[in-house]
Structures are given as structure tokens and as C-alpha cells.
């Protein structure tokens, strides 16, 4: 584990990457394994067009069961990139106690849906703001509430 640390840092300082992980690490939860996995797994952001199908390329969609007018959604799909939606979420727990913002969001879904859906619910955001700097190709702020 040592060894591949090693190298995700070293890949991390390689100028292909050096801004990207500059920018993805800069958002709260975010560090070398996660961010570098956002980095090597997505590659180019630009490929979606919209963040839908960024979310159901890792895996955080829900599943859709749908009739007429009648429209359920389920759990998430799990198809996709499940490494990278499992560094997602454990990073989800680790922002939503350092950013005020994806706490209000946890906050505002755990009573209704539970804790562990309010937490892929924040993971989702993550991922999408990891999508955000590297398409605005600047660093994260953190904003209050």
C-alpha cells in the first residue's frame, strides 16, 4: 500500500496532472488517493456534457421504476466506477464535517432518508464539484451555509 501511495504522489507531481490535483484536492474531504482516483478514472471531464451523466458513469443515480404517471426511484444503480464511488463516499464523510454547505445538505436529508442516503447524496455533490474546478480550472472555496 506503502508502494502505490508512493506512486500516486509521484503521478500527482507529473504536469499532465500537477493543476488538476491542484484544484480537485483543494475541495474538503478530497485528498492524493481520492482526488488522484478522480483524476485517472473520469480522465476528461469535458465528455459530459451534463452532470447526470458524469453521476451515472461512477454510479451515484438512483435506479428509476417507472409506469405512466407513476415515478419511483430506488437505490443507487452500482454501475460504474464502484472504487471510485467508494473513495466518494468514504471522502463525503470526511467534507461534511470541514464544509458548512455539504453539511447543511446532510443535515437537510439524514431525518427523512437516513444516514447512509444522505451521505451518497453528498458524495454525488463532491464528485460533481470535483467536476466544476476542473472545468472552471481553478480552486475550490469553501462558503458558509
Do not use: N
Not at 509521484?10 to 480537485?24: D, I, P, T
Not at 466544476?132 to 458558509?144: G, T
Amino acid at each position: 500500500m506503502a508502494e502505490q501511495t508512493r506512486l500516486l504522489r509521484e503521478l500527482s507531481q507529473h504536469e499532465r496532472y500537477r493543476q488538476s490535483y491542484r484544484w480537485v484536492t483543494s475541495i474538503p474531504g478530497i485528498g492524493l488517493v481520492t482526488g488522484m482516483t478522480v483524476l485517472l478514472e473520469v480522465g476528461d471531464m469535458t465528455r459530459f456534457s451534463q452532470t447526470d451523466q458524469l453521476a451515472a458513469y461512477v454510479g451515484l443515480t438512483p435506479a428509476q421504476y417507472s409506469s405512466g404517471e407513476h415515478v419511483r426511484l430506488g437505490r443507487i444503480t452500482r454501475v460504474g466506477k464502484h472504487y471510485l464511488r467508494g473513495l466518494l463516499i468514504e471522502a463525503a464523510w470526511i467534507a461534511v464535517r470541514r464544509d458548512p454547505e455539504l453539511q447543511a445538505v446532510y443535515q437537510r436529508t439524514q431525518p427523512r432518508s437516513g444516514s447512509k442516503r444522505a451521505i451518497v447524496a453528498v458524495a454525488r455533490r463532491l464528485l460533481l464539484r470535483c467536476r466544476r474546478v476542473l472545468l472552471d480550472d481553478r480552486p475550490y472555496l469553501v462558503q458558509a451555509a
